[in-house]
């Protein structure tokens, strides 16, 4: 199988596509091929990584212009190409002579810097988190706190998410509004709020309703197309603008 992979300077953006031959076999991921372009045919070829098994949050990429992580996408997979996102703002033209019946395209996911080749910059996904204090605010002193079955569900899909950013690469709010505070900002804020634990809930629906928050989003929905962990942040969202 033929690899297509987006290739660029240190803190650029992408300057061509390099070509590379990768040995398949069943059960094989993307991730897996990246390895083996890097381990014998090209060592400069830059990529994030680490857990190899959809935990980390670190491989995501667009893979075939979809948004996914790369240790999780089987090469046999890949011509599915099923998402279809809309309004999705790609990363560049396709680019010339890719023919995705005999090749597998990567390229880095949109709506970040590009630091280089396939790894971008996620200071401000993460700054988000921090700035809009999205951790729990739970004050029970040395006494467990305990919750219910039925309280516990309520938050279920939302304490999934992996911080992979596939939502905030899919998104045509993230990438036409800077300012835009992102789904998986949203879904957090959500997951804090609904939490039967928290000491002040409200603290979070505030904070995720102000200007550059839910108001923002369009309810495009690709967010919950691309969530490798069925967060769906779109459903959070929807009823962050209800409140
Ligand atoms: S909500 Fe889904 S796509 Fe977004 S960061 Fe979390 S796991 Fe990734
Ligand atoms: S390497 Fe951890 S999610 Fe892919």
């Known amino acids: 199988m033929m690899f297509r992979i987006a290739r660029s300077r240190i803190g650029g953006t992408i300057t061509h596509y390099d070509l590379y031959k990768v040995d398949t076999k069943k059960g094989m991921t993307v991730l897996d091929a990246l390895f083996q372009i890097q381990d014998r045919m090209d060592p400069s070829l830059s990529f ?3 857990c190899r098994g959809a935990v980390c949050g670190s491989c995501s990429m667009l893979i075939n212009k979809e ?11 890949v011509k599915k190409n099923e998402m279809k996102l809309k309004s999705f703002s790609q990363i560049s033209e396709t680019p010339t002579g890719w023919n995705p019946e005999v090749e597998i395209l990567v390229e880095p996911l949109p709506n ?8 971008v ?9 921090v700035s809009l204090k999205l ?3 739970i004050e029970h002193g040395d006494e467990p706190l305990s919750q219910s079955p039925k309280e516990r569900k309520k938050i279920e899909r939302y304490v999934n998410c992996i911080l ?3 939502c905030y690469g899919s998104c045509p709010v993230n990438s036409t509004k800077d300012e835009y505070v992102g789904p998986a900002a949203l879904a957090k804020a959500w997951r804090f709020h609904e939490d039967s634990r928290s000491s002040n809930p409200e ?6 309703t102000q200007k550059d928050g839910a108001p923002l989003c369009d309810l495009v929905m690709n967010c919950v197309k691309a969530c490798p962990k ?3 942040p779109g459903g959070a969202i929807r009823k962050l603008k209800e409140l």
């Open 48 to 50: 994030r990584y680490s």
């Open 67 to 77: 948004p996914r992580l790369a240790c999780r996408t089987q090469i046999i997979e």
């Open 112 to 119: 970040m810097p590009i630091l280089k080749d396939l790894v």
């Open 121 to 129: 910059d996620m200071k401000k996904f993460y700054d988000t988190l």
């Open 135 to 137: 951790w729990s605010d």
């Open 164 to 166: 992979c950013a596939l």
């Open 203 to 208: 603290q979070y629906a505030k904070v995720a």
């Open 230 to 232: 069925g967060v769906a």
